[in-house]
C-alpha cells in the first residue's frame, strides 16, 4: 500500500512537471499534485471514499497539510478534466502497449446521478442546460438511467487497463 500511493504521487507530480502545468497559487496549502493522488487512491483502497481517503493520509503522514473537507471538494472540481483525459490517455498507451497478448475484454456500468423521477429536480447535470444526453438505457434491467456510463477495459491477466465516463453522443473521456 505505501509502495503504491507513493507511486501514484510520484506519477502524478512528475506528469504535472513534463506537461510543464502552470505553478500553483502560492496561497493553496495543497498543491495540484498532492490532490489529484487522492481520489485514485480512494479507488484503489477506500472504495472510492474521498473523505477516508483524505484523513488516512493525513493521519498516516503521507501529507503533512491537510485541508477541510469542503474545500478538498473545491481544489479536486477545479482541476481541469483535460488534465485527467491527459493522464489517463497516457497511462492506457503505457498498458497497451505493455500487453503483449492484445486479449481484451470491455464492461460497462450505469452510474445514475438521480432516479427517473427526479430528472427534472436533478441540480448535478440540469436537463435544461444539457438535454437529454445524460440519458441511457440499461437493456438487461430494463431500465433507464439518468447519470454517467463507466465503461472499464481488462486484460487477460484481470488488470485494469482503462476506464472512462461518458454520456450519449460524446465520445468516452
Known amino acids: ?24 497559487d502560492p496561497q493553496v496549502r495543497l498543491s495540484t499534485a498532492e490532490v489529484m493522488p487522492v481520489p485514485l487512491v480512494a479507488s484503489t483502497f477506500f472504495g472510492g471514499n474521498i473523505d477516508k481517503t483524505r484523513l488516512f493520509l493525513h493521519e498516516y ?5 491537510m485541508i477541510s473537507k469542503g474545500r478538498f471538494n473545491h481544489r479536486i472540481h477545479e482541476i481541469d478534466p483535460a488534465l485527467w483525459q491527459g493522464l489517463f490517455s497516457l497511462l492506457a498507451e503505457f498498458f497497451k502497449r505493455n500487453n503483449s497478448e492484445r486479449t481484451y475484454a470491455v464492461d460497462s456500468l450505469p452510474v445514475a446521478a438521480c432516479d427517473n423521477i427526479r430528472i ?9 442546460e444539457h438535454g437529454g444526453t445524460f440519458r441511457g438505457y440499461v437493456s438487461s434491467k430494463r ?8 465503461h472499464t477495459w481488462w486484460s487477460r491477466a484481470r ?3 482503462w476506464s472512462s465516463l461518458w454520456r450519449r453522443g460524446r465520445k468516452p473521456t
Open 61 to 65: 503522514g503521507y501529507m503533512n497539510k
Open 159 to 161: 488488470e485494469s487497463r
Open 143 to 150: 431500465r433507464y438511467f439518468y447519470g454517467l456510463r463507466v
Open 1 to 24: 500500500m505505501e509502495d503504491t500511493i507513493t507511486t501514484i504521487y510520484c506519477l502524478l507530480d512528475d506528469f504535472l512537471k513534463a506537461i510543464n502545468r502552470r505553478p500553483d
Open 120 to 128: 427534472r429536480r436533478c441540480r448535478l447535470y440540469p436537463p435544461e
